[in-house]
């Protein structure tokens, strides 16, 4: 595993490429990856721009602090949850993205339109049921509808995905947010026709076997 130090840096590089890149607005957002005894995360509030690794606060499984003097994210029990329910998970990536965020004010899963969302997410996103910010009941609908997911759109405010390591959650977030675009576009043009959740799990399936390096 990845000295502590070095997991800190990796998770302010990505959220500053994140922030350059638009996924994350201000001080929004939330970044976390797994290491032994609990998990590192950004702090509350405070400007990516200007983060030192030691900013950067170690929780433990609970969400009780290790190693840190600042605030802990207001997600961090979002995080804990989704850390303790997934063992396979070692990276938690949530951000405020435009398409996104407008999708899941909808309330309702982000329908799989194309060949690449069933292939990434394996058909529909889902939405989780809305709860106020940082609350144990927002950690509670969004673990609950993430499931074995890798992506969870909050309702009325955001997404979320998870990842192996970070770079795939952050990675996640963008195809969460591009799917999230394509949507609004078909919607502006008639809707377009959505694949079947069958359809989407075959070619999810078929090209997890045919499609990249052997
Ligand atoms: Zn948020």
Known sequence: MMDETELRKEIIKTALDMHRSGL????GGNFSVRCAGGFII???GMD??????????KLSPDCELIE???TPSIESALHAAVYRMRPDVNAVAHTHSLYATAASALRRP??????NQAVMFGGDIPTARHAPI???ALAENVSAALAGGAAVLMANHGALCVGKDLRQA????CMLELFAKIFFTAASAGGGTA?????????????AARYGQK
């Open 42 to 44: 950004t702090p509350s």
């Open 195 to 207: 694949l079947s959740s069958e359809e989407a799990a075959e070619e999810a399936a078929d090209i």
């Open 110 to 115: 982000l329908p799989c339109l194309t060949d």
């Open 68 to 70: 840190g003097t600042r």
């Open 48 to 57: 990516y721009a200007l983060l030192a690794p030691e900013d950067l606060p």
């Open 170 to 173: 952050a990675d996640r977030c």
């Open 24 to 27: 994350v607005q201000g001080t």
């Open 134 to 136: 940082g609350t144990p």
